[in-house]
């Protein structure tokens, strides 16, 4: 069973542009989960998407913005990009959602300059 | 907002020693995940705890989830240079729902050959 796969990998931008993630989560896994990971304050959770609904949300200002497919894939926005949004970005996938343990991809490193 | 701090932050112990790492909150969690994160790569999840007291082990490493469910440690046993790693628990809070994972702030391991 292919694994969480995240592209890119790596991302570089300048301040003020917009970026675009993409995560395909596990087959079968209807819930995805994005963190954010800085050295500072860990891994911090963004927004979760079940069944193409956003189900839960972190406290992210509105440059963060998500959605998900119908075939589960996910993508994650940042507008506006700002320095302090330099950071590893994780999605997750479950099966269902909430406490189900929750398979990570290898991350998109994001710097902003 | 339930917080986990973890204890110690950083730890730097010789190969061939055991070493606890601990996961605390005020707050009470129908579950607590331990999950291993190394360079590059997403965390990866290692056990799920779920009844209070509850002991698992996982080779030389062994799991405690506190009598109140608001607390848990992890054992190593013997490290090897394979453990180093960050470690991170994540809980779910004690309702029923979808509610969100919350992950602690993390111990980075070394391990020295």
């Known amino acids: 069973k292919a694994g969480v796969t995240q592209t890119p990998r790596y991302l570089i931008k300048t301040r003020g542009q917009q970026v675009t993630l993409s995560c395909s989560p596990i087959?079968?896994?209807?819930?995805v989960s994005w963190y954010q990971q800085t050295p500072g304050q860990g891994l911090q959770f963004l927004f979760e998407?079940?069944?193409?609904?956003?189900?839960n949300k972190g406290n992210f200002p509105g440059r963060f913005s998500g959605r998900q497919f119908s075939n589960s894939r996910s993508e994650m926005n940042v507008s506006t990009l700002e320095l302090g949004d330099s950071a590893l970005y994780l999605c997750a996938s479950s099966s269902q959602g909430g406490d189900s343990p929750l398979h990570f991809g290898n991350g998109t490193r994001l710097t902003v300059t | 907002t339930q917080l986990l701090e973890q204890s110690p932050q950083f730890l730097s112990i010789q190969e061939g020693e055991n070493l606890t790492v601990y996961c605390n909150s005020s707050?009470?969690?129908?579950?607590l995940q331990w999950y291993r994160q190394e360079p590059g790569e997403g965390p990866v999840l290692l056990v799920t705890v779920v009844t209070g007291g509850e002991v698992k082990k996982l080779k030389r490493l062994t799991f405690q989830f506190g009598d109140a469910r608001k607390d848990s440690s992890l054992h190593i046993t013997a490290a090897q240079p394979g453990d180093t790693g960050l470690y991170l628990c994540?809980?779910?809070?004690?309702?029923?729902?979808?509610?969100?994972?919350?992950f602690g702030t993390g111990t980075r391991l070394t391990i020295i050959p």
């Open positions: 998407y079940f069944s193409e609904t956003q189900r």
């Open positions: 994540a809980g779910s809070p004690s309702n029923f729902g979808n509610e969100k994972l919350t």
């Open positions: 707050s009470v969690f129908s579950s």
């Open positions: 087959s079968g896994h209807r819930s």
